[in-house]
């Protein structure tokens, strides 16, 4: 799987852009603030409908335009396929496969495996539960459809339900009508919780080899999925903790209070562990991630790399860069001299400097 080629309108700080892509690494180098992460997000979009920033859609679009659009070609087990998207200032995107309109974001997922790595992912160790959630969610619905599906009717009904805890404190009546909330609750979060668990046992068979690795095997990783909740228990400890719920205006028990912990030789790194194993941990989780999807999609995903480099010892580094060797990746950054002198191939060196992207290479 490889990107071709991406064209912009109307994205951010470009006004139009055609970009065209080669199998292998492209480095998009300047100063900062100069447009180059926009490239990346709109690469991203383009597989997930949603940027990696959180942006909304309108912020997006650039000052003064209503709206933008992201066009994308790639090569897929030898068949090109074309993804569109048109974003609109105050109304729903339209995405377009091939040029097939689609209704739902998940008829997108699983068309194009995208990996996005950057700085502020060497902190999911130490930071709260809301961002390890977020990786699972946004790998599990690339790889799962039905995950996804399972994953948006999950958070519809959690949104219902606590609006109904809210109005029953008014309305005490309408405590019964609970029931069926707590009846779809269950059905679609138990699915999250089995595909969650089949996830992260995946994830650990790969993690430990690779940590072993990054540490000259001094350290050993292991993953737990800490459930806030089984799904033997869930429909016991939903109605035991409904009275809460009631006390706090808000679902206590579920999937969406679910966390990943690690540990290192026996510790929560966590709570415990130095800022390089936080880091080194969170660097085997990424690498991991790259070689468990590559074996679920039978294809390698396109990896995009944001100023990451910067942040890694050369170690860290060496590592990061083999695992680039056989996929597509793209790279931003301020200098490429770390490429130079580890003596990878690199296919292609864009220059982007305020919105204008020139290949140098």
């Given at each position: 799987m490889y990107i071709n080629s991406l064209e912009l309108s109307h994205y951010r700080n470009y006004d139009n852009l055609s970009i065209s892509f080669e199998p292998g690494i492209t480095i998009l180098y300047g100063d900062n603030a100069q447009g180059k992460t926009n490239i990346l997000e709109a690469i991203y979009m383009s597989g997930t409908t949603k940027s990696h920033r959180g942006t909304k859609d309108r912020d997006i679009i650039q000052f003064g335009q209503e709206e933008a659009h992201i066009r994308l070609q790639l090569t897929k087990y030898d068949v090109s396929h074309r993804i569109d998207m048109h974003l609109k200032k105050n109304k729903t995107k339209g995405v377009a496969v091939d040029g097939q309109s689609i209704r739902k974001s998940g008829e997108l997922f699983g068309m194009i495996h995208i990996i996005f790595f950057s700085p502020e992912d060497l902190s999911i160790i130490k930071n709260g539960p809301s961002e390890r959630r977020r990786f699972m969610n946004l790998e599990l619905c690339q790889l799962n459809k039905i995950y996804y599906y399972n994953y948006v009717n999950y958070n519809k009904a959690l949104n219902?339900?606590?609006?109904?805890?809210?109005?029953?404190?008014?309305k005490p009546e309408l405590e019964d009508t609970l029931d069926m909330w707590d009846m779809?609750?269950?059905e679609y979060g138990r699915h999250l919780i089995e595909e969650?668990?089949?996830f992260i046992r995946n994830l650990n068979e790969i993690v430990k080899e690779i940590h072993g690795h990054l540490?000259?095997?001094?350290e050993s990783i292991e993953i737990?999925?800490?459930?806030?909740?089984?799904v033997e228990e869930y429909e016991n400890i939903m109605g035991e903790k409904r009275r809460m719920d009631l006390k706090y205006q808000s679902t206590q028990t579920g999937p969406h209070r679910d966390d990943i912990c690690f540990y290192i030789n026996g510790i929560d790194v966590r709570k415990f562990g130095s800022q390089g194993q936080q880091r080194t941990a969170a660097l085997s989780l990424?690498?991991?991630?790259?070689?468990?999807?590559?074996?679920?999609?039978?294809?390698t995903p396109i990896l995009l790399l944001d100023d990451v480099m910067s942040e890694l010892d050369s170690n860290r580094k060496h590592f990061l860069l083999e695992s680039m060797k056989d996929i597509q990746t793209i790279v931003t950054c301020t200098g490429?001299?770390?490429f130079i002198k580890s003596r990878i191939h690199i296919n292609q060196i864009y220059?982007?400097?305020?919105?204008?992207?020139?290949l140098i290479q």
């Amino acid at each position: 799987m490889y990107i071709n080629s991406l064209e912009l309108s109307h994205y951010r700080n470009y006004d139009n852009l055609s970009i065209s892509f080669e199998p292998g690494i492209t480095i998009l180098y300047g100063d900062n603030a100069q447009g180059k992460t926009n490239i990346l997000e709109a690469i991203y979009m383009s597989g997930t409908t949603k940027s990696h920033r959180g942006t909304k859609d309108r912020d997006i679009i650039q000052f003064g335009q209503e709206e933008a659009h992201i066009r994308l070609q790639l090569t897929k087990y030898d068949v090109s396929h074309r993804i569109d998207m048109h974003l609109k200032k105050n109304k729903t995107k339209g995405v377009a496969v091939d040029g097939q309109s689609i209704r739902k974001s998940g008829e997108l997922f699983g068309m194009i495996h995208i990996i996005f790595f950057s700085p502020e992912d060497l902190s999911i160790i130490k930071n709260g539960p809301s961002e390890r959630r977020r990786f699972m969610n946004l790998e599990l619905c690339q790889l799962n459809k039905i995950y996804y599906y399972n994953y948006v009717n999950y958070n519809k009904a959690l949104n219902q339900r606590n609006i109904l805890l809210k109005q029953i404190y008014f309305k005490p009546e309408l405590e019964d009508t609970l029931d069926m909330w707590d009846m779809y609750l269950i059905e679609y979060g138990r699915h999250l919780i089995e595909e969650r668990e089949l996830f992260i046992r995946n994830l650990n068979e790969i993690v430990k080899e690779i940590h072993g690795h990054l540490t000259g095997k001094k350290e050993s990783i292991e993953i737990g999925y800490e459930k806030n909740v089984s799904v033997e228990e869930y429909e016991n400890i939903m109605g035991e903790k409904r009275r809460m719920d009631l006390k706090y205006q808000s679902t206590q028990t579920g999937p969406h209070r679910d966390d990943i912990c690690f540990y290192i030789n026996g510790i929560d790194v966590r709570k415990f562990g130095s800022q390089g194993q936080q880091r080194t941990a969170a660097l085997s989780l990424k690498l991991a991630e790259i070689e468990l999807v590559k074996s679920l999609i039978h294809d390698t995903p396109i990896l995009l790399l944001d100023d990451v480099m910067s942040e890694l010892d050369s170690n860290r580094k060496h590592f990061l860069l083999e695992s680039m060797k056989d996929i597509q990746t793209i790279v931003t950054c301020t200098g490429y001299d770390d490429f130079i002198k580890s003596r990878i191939h690199i296919n292609q060196i864009y220059q982007v400097t305020n919105g204008t992207v020139d290949l140098i290479q």
